[in-house]
């Protein structure tokens, strides 16, 4: 299940990601670090702590009772605060006094790169422990929690390469082939042949359906797959002119202009109400999105929903593990966080939760690369994920990533799409936002 429930940190990354995207937490607390002094239990044994936001998976994937069972003088204890947008700003503050920090602490991706930037000496390097192998993590992951002196504050746990979902019925209705490795070719290379695609459906749309849920999904799937969207690779803001950016906000406008969407804000309850009613053909969906669409969509939609490539690799999600250097519990908090993201272990979330591993050795283990999804029509998930993390760029994450493209698509974008503004009115009140948000 997603670790995010807030639509302002699902933009950005939903992070970790598996069946169910608003989950409950596991042990929520309102203060993180409630080991006693020393880490040890009342038998004896060392507790190590972990924080993470929402719902990891690592409990329900039976791996936190695997682990203990190997180490027998350890006990796990997690604690989880449902909305990272609660978590992260704690976890600074913690950060910043030095106490009351779990001994292993999740990062989200759209916060690592602060974290990276501005509190890498507050965070073991994680590339030197031992069991950690980086060549079987995806280079683009790896370099996401490296900071400028090559210190790795994080280890990857998982990713949200993105695919598109599909509705066979309703493409066969609108003319449009419905076999997965036909479909991938409408758009294959191109977010343009994608949206043409939709032109070509809403021409013969069965009627009381559109072609795509969300013209900010359609942003946040095509914007996604450039390495530099609103930073460069030295640090400046790009967002206003950078040709990811625009290239994304023209394909949303025009998905817009062709009245091809449903007009809808993903995660709102009216998106649920979407997929149970057929109201639309397609969304950009990462691994994470599946278990959401069957529990929204329901049994009656089974076999009808497909999963084909997107048109270009791209990443909507992921999170790390850190170990922060005031952790009580440090040696075997990094023994663990080493543990809980080797490729065996993220193969076997992956079975258990979704969760797509960033491990690149967890492709060829059978539980990935054998993945099939019976509600998807038997897709091959773990092919059709594996091929696309591989072709994912070492994206530029900067320190407001996520304020910034929540902006472009919660603020601009919609006052277009719901609001009826037009493109010029939706951009500047985007760029107002932005600059309110960085203090411009």
């Known amino acids: ?15 970790a990601l598996g069946a169910g995207l608003l989950a409950g937490c596991a042990e929520d607390s309102d203060e ?56 992260y700003p704690q976890l600074l503050t913690h950060l910043g006094t030095g106490s009351g920090l779990q001994d292993i602490q999740a990062v989200e991706v759209g916060n690592i790169a602060e974290v990276a930037a501005r509190h890498a000496d507050r965070f073991v390097d994680l590339g030197k422990a031992e069991g950690v192998d980086k060549s079987s ?27 598109i979902c599909y509705r066979k019925d309703l493409f066969k209705k609108a003319g449009l082939p419905t076999d997965r490795k036909e479909v ?15 032109k070509d459906y809403m021409a013969k749309a069965p009627k009381g359906t559109v072609f795509v849920d969300a013209a900010g999904g359609v942003y946040n799937a095509a914007v996604s797959g450039n390495a530099e969207r609103y930073y460069d690779k030295s640090g400046k803001l790009i967002y206003k002119d950078g040709p990811a950016v625009k290239e994304a906000w023209d394909l949303a406008m025009e998905v817009i202009d062709g009245k091809m969407t449903a007009k809808l804000k993903q995660f709102d309850k009216t998106w649920d109400q979407a997929y149970a009613n057929g109201r639309f053909a397609t969304v950009s969906c990462p691994p994470w999105m599946l278990g959401y669409i069957k529990e929204k969509a329901g049994d009656k939609a089974e076999d009808r929903w497909d999963v084909a490539p997107a048109p270009k690799p791209a990443n909507w999600g992921g999170s790390f593990l850190s170990v922060p250097e005031a ?18 272990q993220q193969a076997k979330l992956f079975e258990k939760q979704a969760s ?23 897709a091959p998930i773990g092919r059709i994920f594996a091929d696309a993390a591989k072709g994912i760029p070492t994206l530029v994450v900067g320190e407001k990533d ?39």
Request: hydrophobic share 40%; net charge negative.
């Open 402 to 440: 996520l304020a910034i493209q929540t902006a472009i698509t919660d603020v601009g974008v919609l006052q277009v799409e719901q609001q009826g503004k037009t493109p010029d009115q939706g951009w500047d009140a985007a760029l107002k936002n932005i600059d309110n948000a960085l203090d411009q």
């Open 327 to 344: 952790a009580r519990n440090k040696d075997e908090a990094v023994k663990l966080a080493a543990w809980l993201t080797a490729p065996e």
């Open 32 to 87: 993180p670090g409630s080991a006693s002094p020393g880490g040890k239990d009342g038998n004896g044994k060392t507790t190590v702590t972990i924080g993470v936001f929402g719902v990891f998976g690592y409990k329900q994937a039976g791996l936190y009772d695997e682990y203990e069972k190997l180490n027998p003088g350890v006990t796990i204890k997690e604690t989880s605060i449902e909305r990272v947008d609660q978590y």
């Open 356 to 378: 797509f591993p960033s491990s690149q050795a967890a492709y060829d283990l059978p539980a990935v690369a054998g993945a099939k999804h019976e509600y998807f029509d038997d």
């Open 184 to 198: 991938g070719k409408l758009w294959a290379g191109d977010w343009q042949k994608y949206v043409d695609a939709g």
């Open 137 to 163: 993590f995806l280079p683009w992951k790896w370099a996401q929690a490296t900071a400028e002196d090559g210190r790795t504050v994080g280890l990857g746990t998982d990713i949200g390469p993105m695919a």
């Open 1 to 15: 299940m997603s670790r995010t429930s807030g639509r302002a940190v699902v933009l950005a990354a939903v992070a």
